[in-house]
T-cell receptor
Framework: AQTVTQSQPEMSVQEAETVTLSCTYDTSESDYYLFWYKQPPSRQMILVIRQEAYKQQNATENRFSVNFQKAAKSFSLKISDSQLGDAAMYFCAYRRSANAGGTSYGKLTFGQGTILTVHP | KAGVTQTPRYLIKTRGQQVTLSCSPISGHRSVSWYQQTPGQGLQFLFEYFSETQRNKGNFPGRFSGRQFSNSRSEMNVSTLELGDSALYLC????????????????FGAGTRLSVL
């Protein structure tokens, strides 16, 4: 079974600074996807960034980037130029790739989450 | 395009009752997944439906059930409610068709907060 571990229950950062959230995972599969989701106090889960395991290049979305180390099964999220609106719970998640038939099924396995506080 | 819609947003029930939660996926999405979120257990997968068929099921008792209709809307039902069923229930939909990673992104609704008294 796949497991996802976020070892930092809480992190804090000053506005405009950079923060890195850690995530490790365990799987025996070779083809999968990794995600970072953000859950603000409104409870709406919002996709921040995704990484395909077969891609060596780290994904980047504006101020958000990942450091994907497949051999080490590590998937950290870096937030640059932190903003007050980045304050939220961040979840790392794993999902296996869609099967050859093209149907999109499988489940997201989530880590325990990291609460990020941004100080003005 | 409208997002994933979950109704109701809040629900209060008493032990022993049953409850039905509804989820309307993003237009064109045919896969719907359900998750339970609690402070103690975190986010746990309940089940996933595609084309009205349950494709995957998490480790929950039989009191938790679901279904999907021909228009891809989904409902989940919890019978004989227990205090421990108090949680935020999240629904997510995934697209089909297209290529690559598009099939593997789940888009979430705002959730239904269930309180069992």
């Amino acid at each position: 079974a796949q497991t996802v571990t976020q070892s930092q229950p809480e992190m804090s950062v000053q506005e405009a600074e950079t923060v890195t959230l850690s995530c490790t995972y365990d799987t025996s599969e070779s083809d999968y996807y990794l995600f970072w989701y953000k859950q603000p106090p409104s409870r709406q889960m919002i996709l921040v960034i995704r990484q395909e395991a077969y891609k060596q290049q780290n994904a980047t979305e504006n101020r958000f980037s990942v450091n994907f180390q497949k051999a080490a099964k590590s998937f950290s999220l870096k937030i640059s130029d932190s903003q007050l609106g980045d304050a939220a719970m961040y979840f790392c998640a794993y999902r296996r790739s869609a099967n050859a038939g093209g149907t999109s099924y499988g489940k997201l396995t989530f880590g325990q989450g990291t609460i990020l506080t941004v100080h003005p | 395009k409208a997002g994933v819609t979950q109704t109701p947003r809040y629900l209060i029930k008493t032990r022993g009752q049953q409850v039905t939660l509804s989820c309307s996926p993003i237009s064109g999405h045919r896969s719907v997944s359900w998750y339970q979120q609690t402070p103690g257990q975190g986010l746990q997968f309940l089940f996933e439906y595609f084309s009205e068929t349950q494709r995957n099921k998490g480790n929950f008792p039989g009191r938790f059930s679901g279904r999907q209709f021909s228009n891809s809307r989904s409902e989940m039902n919890v019978s004989t409610l227990e205090l421990g069923d108090s949680a935020l229930y999240l629904c997510a939909s995934s697209p089909t068709g297209g290529g690559g990673a598009a099939k593997n992104i789940q888009y979430f609704g705002a959730g239904t907060r269930l309180s069992v008294l």
